[in-house]
C-alpha cells in the first residue's frame, strides 16, 4: 500500500504563537541538548574524560547557539500568519533541475553550448509545489549492491533511449526489466577498470593503483564521467573521486551516479569557472568526455588547470585510436599538436603515452613561467584565492602566487592536515584552536545524532540506540549533505566512526570560504548560494544536514519556504518506517542546531 506522503504532503504553519510559547521552545530545546548529552555519555562509558576546560568551552557555544535559535524562532512566527498548504507537482517536474531551463536559455540568445549551462538569473517564480517521486519509484538497493544495480524507474531513461544510446559507457549498463546493472569488471576500457587504474598507477610510475594516496592522489575531478565507474572502482581505494557532467534532461550522467551513491554534481564550464577554488584537486580524468580542449583559445584547459594542484595529473583517454590505420594516427597527431603547445605554456609535462591514454603532470616548480617563451599564457594579476562562483573563464593562469601552492607529493596523506598547512589556511578563517573545538563538538554531536536515528536508518535490524551498529548493507543512509559547513567537522566524526557514508560539504557563498582547507583534507565540497536551487537531480541524497541554514538567507531574494521545497526536492522519498524519518529530517535537520 502506497504511502500517505505520495497523496499529499503539506507544510503547515498556524498563527503567530505567542512570546511565552517561544520561550517555551528554548527552554524545551535546552532540556533536549541536557539529554542528549547525558544519553551520550551513557552510549560510551569507556570513553575518555573530558577535560573541564573544553566542557565550559562547549557550555559557552551551546548558549550562544540557544540564543541564536531563539532569535530564529522567533523570525519565523513573525513572518507566518496563515495556513499554507503545497500540493505535488506534475509529473512533468518529476526530474525537475531549476535553473537549467535550455528553452528559456535559447530564447534568451544564449548558444555555443551555453545553452545547457546554469543560468538562475532567468529562473521564474513559478507555483510552489512538492516534486513527487516517480510512480515506480523504489528505495535504493543496500550499499554495496545499490552500487552496481539500481531501480530504472528511479532514473529518468527509456528503454528505447538506453538501446538506441552508441556510447560505449551506456553499452556497458545492462538494462533488465526493472534494473540497470553497471558491469564494473568490464568498465569503461576494453581490459577492465581494474586494469585501466592499473595502467593509470604504472603511468605515473606506481606499482599499482593502491598507491595512488601515497603518491598524493587523495581527490580526482572525473569530468564527463559516464555513470561513475572509474569512481565505484577507486571508492575502494578510499580515493575521492566526484564525478562533475552538464545538464541532461535524460539519461544524466549525474543523476545516475547519484542513484548509485556516487559523489556528483551537474557542472559546466563552457563559459564559466567551475565552482571550485584554485588548486583543488589531485588529479583531472577526462575518458572520451566529448570536450575540444583546445576550444575557446584554449580556455577548457586553462580552467583543468585552474583546479589542478601543483604536481598533479591530467589524464586524457581519446577516442581517436579506437580505428586503425593511418586515419587513426592523423587524427591524433592533430589532436596533439594544438595540446602540445598549450600544455608547454601551461608548464606541463607529458609524462606518458599507452595506446589512446596521455598522462600530463603539471609543474610543482613555480618559477617554471618565468622561463617561458614569450607571448605565452599570462599570469592571472587578480587574487588567486578569490572565489569562483560560476565567473566567467579566464584567459589567464591561476594559483601561481597562492600560498597553497604545494606539491601533491608534498601533502599530509590524510584527512588531517599539519601545523603548517593549518597556519596557511588561517587565510580562510581556520584558526587551529577552533578547528580542533569544532571536531570535538561533532564528535559529541555524531553520537547523539546515530543513536537517535538509528532505528530509522537500519533496515531488518531490530535494535535500540546505542547498541552496536550492524555491518553493511544494513546501513540505508549511503550520502549526506552538509548544506553549511564550516571546518568539515561532521565529515570528520563520520570518518572516525567508520561510518559507510560520503559527505557533500556545501559551504555557503556568503560564509568564510573555507573550501580550499575542505578541498585540501580531501573531502568533497562545492561551493552555493542557498538563495538558488542547487546543482543537482531530486531525490539524491539520504540525509540533510542544515545546522545555522538560515543565518545566510539575509538577501531580499531568499525565501525560507523556497528553501524547504528546495530540501523536500534534494532529499529522498522512503516508504513505511522511513516516511516519518523522510518528513521529520526536513524539520529536524533544518532544526539540528
Same mark, same amino acid.
Given at each position: 500500500m502506497r504511502s500517505s506522503w505520495f497523496n499529499k504532503l503539506s507544510i503547515i504553519i498556524g498563527p503567530r504563537p505567542p512570546v511565552n510559547w517561544l520561550?517555551? =521552545?528554548?527552554?524545551?530545546?535546552?532540556?533536549?541538548?541536557?539529554?542528549?548529552?547525558?544519553?551520550?555519555?551513557n552510549i560510551d562509558d569507556q570513553a575518555p574524560d573530558i577535560p573541564v576546560s573544553l566542557i565550559y568551552t562547549n557550555y559557552r557555544r551551546v548558549?550562544?547557539?540557544?540564543?541564536?535559535?531563539?532569535?530564529?524562532?522567533? /523570525?519565523?512566527?513573525?513572518?507566518?500568519?496563515?495556513?499554507?498548504?503545497?500540493d505535488l507537482c506534475g509529473?512533468?517536474?518529476?526530474?525537475?533541475?531549476?535553473?537549467?531551463?535550455?528553452?528559456?536559455?535559447?530564447?534568451?540568445?544564449?548558444?555555443?553550448?551555453?545553452?545547457?549551462?546554469?543560468?538562475?538569473?532567468?529562473?521564474?517564480?513559478?507555483?510552489?509545489?512538492?516534486?513527487?517521486?516517480p510512480k515506480e519509484y523504489k528505495i535504493p538497493l543496500q550499499w554495496p549492491a545499490g552500487r552496481d544495480v539500481i531501480w530504472s524507474g528511479n532514473v529518468k531513461i527509456t528503454k528505447n533511449q538506453f538501446l538506441a544510446s552508441g556510447s560505449m559507457t551506456k553499452r556497458l549498463m545492462l538494462l533488465e526489466e526493472n534494473q540497470i546493472a553497471f558491469h564494473s569488471e568490464d568498465g569503461l576500457i576494453y581490459d577492465g577498470m581494474k586494469d585501466y587504474s592499473r595502467q593509470l598507477a604504472e603511468m605515473i610510475g606506481l606499482g599499482s593503483d593502491n598507491e595512488l594516496p601515497q603518491a598524493g592522489v587523495r581527490t580526482i575531478l572525473d569530468i564527463n564521467c559516464g555513470f561513475g565507474s572509474f569512481a565505484a572502482h577507486l571508492a575502494s581505494l578510499k580515493i575521492m573521486t566526484v564525478c562533475i557532467a552538464p545538464y541532461e534532461a535524460t539519461g544524466s550522467q549525474v543523476q545516475l551516479a547519484l542513484e548509485r551513491g556516487l559523489?556528483?554534481?551537474?557542472?559546466?564550464?563552457?563559459?564559466?569557472?567551475?565552482?571550485?577554488?584554485?588548486?583543488?584537486?589531485?588529479?583531472?580524468?577526462?575518458?572520451?568526455?566529448?570536450?575540444?580542449?583546445?576550444?575557446?583559445?584554449?580556455?577548457?584547459?586553462?580552467e583543468v588547470d585552474r583546479v589542478l594542484k601543483p604536481g598533479g595529473y591530467f589524464v586524457l583517454t581519446s577516442p581517436t585510436s579506437r580505428s586503425q590505420g593511418s586515419s587513426s594516427q592523423m587524427k591524433?597527431?592533430?589532436m596533439l599538436m594544438p595540446m602540445e603547445e598549450l600544455t608547454q605554456q601551461l608548464c606541463w609535462t607529458l609524462l606518458a603515452q599507452q595506446d589512446e591514454?596521455?598522462?600530463?603532470?603539471?609543474?610543482?616548480?613555480?618559477?617554471?613561467?618565468?622561463?617561458?617563451?614569450?607571448?605565452?599564457?599570462?599570469? =592571472?594579476?587578480?587574487?588567486?584565492?578569490?572565489? /569562483?562562483?560560476?565567473?566567467?573563464?579566464?584567459? =589567464?593562469?591561476?594559483?601561481?602566487?597562492?600560498?597553497?601552492?604545494?606539491?601533491?607529493?608534498?601533502?599530509?596523506?590524510?584527512?588531517?592536515?599539519?601545523?603548517?598547512?593549518?597556519?596557511?589556511?588561517?587565510?580562510y578563517c581556520v584558526q587551529p584552536e577552533d578547528f580542533f573545538e569544532d571536531l570535538q563538538f561533532w564528535r559529541s554531536a555524531l553520537k547523539n545524532y546515530w543513536s537517535l536515528l538509528t532505528p530509522l536508518i537500519f533496515s531488518d535490524h531490530p535494535k535500540r540506540p546505542g547498541d552496536e551498529d550492524p555491518l553493511p548493507p544494513f546501513n540505508m543512509i549511503r550520502n549526506v549533505m552538509d548544506m553549511s559547513t564550516k571546518f568539515g567537522g561532521l565529515n570528520t566524526a563520520l570518518l572516525e566512526e567508520k561510518k559507510s557514508v560520503w559527505v557533500m560539504n556545501v559551504v555557503p557563498a556568503t560564509a568564510s570560504n573555507s573550501l580550499p582547507f575542505l578541498l585540501d583534507r580531501g573531502f568533497a565540497g562545492v561551493m552555493h548560494d542557498w538563495c538558488e536551487p542547487f546543482p543537482t537531480y531530486p531525490r539524491t541524497y539520504d540525509m540533510l544536514h542544515a545546522n545555522g541554514i538560515l543565518s545566510h538567507l539575509t538577501s531580499e531574494r531568499c525565501s525560507l519556504m523556497n528553501?524547504?521545497?528546495?530540501?523536500?526536492?534534494?532529499?529522498?522519498?522512503?516508504?513505511?518506517?522511513?516516511?516519518?524519518?523522510?518528513?521529520?529530517?526536513?524539520i529536524s535537520k533544518y532544526l539540528t542546531i
Open positions: 520561550f517555551l =521552545c528554548l527552554i524545551s530545546l535546552l532540556v533536549l541538548i541536557v539529554v542528549l548529552g547525558s544519553s551520550s555519555s548558549k550562544e547557539q540557544a540564543v541564536v535559535d531563539y532569535l530564529e524562532l522567533r /523570525s519565523v512566527a513573525r513572518g507566518v500568519s496563515r495556513q499554507r498548504e503545497f509529473k512533468e517536474r518529476e526530474n525537475f533541475v531549476p535553473c537549467y531551463n535550455v528553452s528559456a536559455n535559447l530564447l534568451a540568445g544564449f548558444k555555443d553550448g551555453e545553452e545547457f549551462d546554469r543560468h538562475c538569473e532567468l529562473l521564474v517564480e513559478a507555483e510552489r509545489c512538492l516534486v513527487r517521486p559523489p556528483a554534481v551537474i557542472g559546466n564550464f563552457v563559459a564559466r569557472q567551475l565552482s571550485y577554488p584554485s588548486l583543488s584537486y589531485d588529479m583531472v580524468h577526462c575518458a572520451q568526455c566529448g570536450i575540444i580542449w583546445d576550444g575557446k583559445d584554449g580556455r577548457f584547459l586553462i591524433r597527431r592533430n591514454t596521455f598522462i600530463w603532470q603539471k609543474t610543482a616548480d613555480v618559477n617554471c613561467y618565468a622561463y617561458r617563451k614569450k607571448h605565452a599564457i599570462p599570469l =592571472c594579476k587578480e587574487d588567486d584565492d578569490a572565489q /569562483s562562483y560560476y565567473r566567467p573563464l579566464q584567459p =589567464c593562469i591561476s594559483g601561481t602566487s597562492s600560498k597553497r601552492w604545494i606539491a601533491i607529493q608534498n601533502r599530509s596523506s590524510g584527512s588531517e592536515l599539519s601545523s603548517a598547512e593549518l597556519k596557511i589556511n588561517g587565510k528553501l524547504f521545497l528546495e530540501m523536500d526536492r534534494i532529499l529522498r522519498p522512503e516508504f513505511h518506517s522511513f516516511d516519518i524519518f523522510s518528513s521529520m529530517m526536513k
